[in-house]
DNA sequence: TTCGTCATGTAATGGGTTACATGATTAC
DNA sequence: GTAATCATGTAACCCATTACATGACGAA
């Protein structure tokens, strides 16, 4: 039960801030996050039933009610055990806020997330590619002179991409931990 | 026929330098690409299964021979189908290796691809990437007031991931053309 | 002798995409 | 009237991971 995949709980952030139609819900993910990417249609709709399901969230249908048969455009809303559920996710600073193709969702959600959680979310982001760096960049020590000029530089680009993401951790974690107040908190 | 998928790709290509176990494959693309990743048994095996089937790579069956029934280490090597789709990969230019999840493994056999094909493919690459910068900048300024801090940042940080990676690969293009000689080469 | 690494494989499962099928609404 | 976009959904498929099962070889 206690946490769902990453999907669920994007939709359940988007949710959140107002009722929107799986069409709407579909291009948000796109704007809100990356701005690379499409969720298709095929995982969308599923996704949404299994939430209706598992009573995550509920519909108003705008015109189902009025004609009889037809249809139409369904309006997904939150329900209180979807609301608690994401406010039990927000709440969350564990290993699943750093993760790769998490990192994103949980950062875009920040804004209702409490300072200190922020923090160590973040913090727990830079430890984890600061460790992926010191790995690679020891293996990389290691076969250095098997590589070619074209691997070597793919490899020296893949390191620099990553070194920068720390930089920008960096750049945010100061900046929470000024608005925090002191030099209170501290990392693992 | 035309063109197989990146791992049976990424495995023609490593294996065209030497023979090697399974085993021994699962390293070298874990250290030559990325270096972030590690393909898991469950998808290597089965994949140098399809090959042998295929008939792009044989097997030397180390100690197999000598003791009777044990099953032993295993030399995956190219056969020569497997060397002439290889090649036929090689001069190739085509969107396959410009895409996402291909080009790293493109890019990693440059020391095998001839001037001109990794100029265009460099090129490719460049351009798709510019316009999907392009997209993503103006649909965020269209959207822009919409988001929060956190949000903005996000996208921020992401845009500015892809633009230096399309510096990056302006210098490499830059240094590729001079390396050719003139001003011959007309990008599309 | 036991621990770490080398080494090979299968089965179940998961999470996604593409292609298909359908139709309403809006702007030109 | 016709094209673009809005809108919903299913079925088939793809490609990967995880968990499982097995065992050899070298070093402490």
């Known amino acids: 039960m206690p946490h769902s995949d990453v999907l669920t709980f994007a939709i359940l952030g988007i949710l959140e801030r107002s009722p929107l139609h799986g069409y709407q819900i579909r291009k948000r993910l796109g704007t809100e996050?990356?701005?690379?990417?499409?969720l298709s249609y095929g995982s969308l709709y599923p996704a949404l039933k299994r939430m209706m399901t598992a009573g995550l969230i509920g519909m108003d249908a705008d015109d189902l009610k009025v004609k009889g048969s037809r249809r139409s455009k369904i309006a997904y809303r939150l329900t209180d055990t979807g609301r608690n559920?994401?406010?039990?996710?927000?709440?969350?600073?564990?290993?699943?806020?750093?993760?790769d193709g998490t990192f994103d969702v949980r950062f875009s959600m920040f804004d209702r997330t409490d300072p200190e959680t922020r923090l160590r979310i973040l913090e727990g982001r830079r430890t984890r590619l600061a460790e992926r760096l010191?790995?690679?960049?020891?293996?990389?020590?290691?076969?250095?002179?098997?590589?070619?000029?074209?691997?070597?530089?793919?490899?020296?680009?893949?390191?620099?991409?990553?070194?920068?993401?720390?930089?920008?951790?960096?750049?945010?974690?100061?900046?929470?931990?000024?608005?925090?107040?002191?030099?209170?908190?501290n990392s693992a």
Chains 1, 2 share one sequence.
Do not use: C, K, M
């Open 33 to 38: 996050l990356g701005p690379f990417r499409a």
């Open 85 to 99: 559920r994401l406010e039990q996710e927000l709440a969350n600073a564990g290993a699943s806020s750093w993760e």
């Open 134 to 185: 010191e790995e690679a960049g020891a293996a990389l020590r290691r076969v250095r002179d098997r590589h070619d000029a074209y691997t070597a530089e793919l490899q020296r680009h893949g390191l620099e991409t990553v070194e920068r993401e720390v930089e920008w951790l960096d750049r945010l974690i100061e900046e929470e931990r000024s608005a925090l107040g002191g030099t209170e908190t």
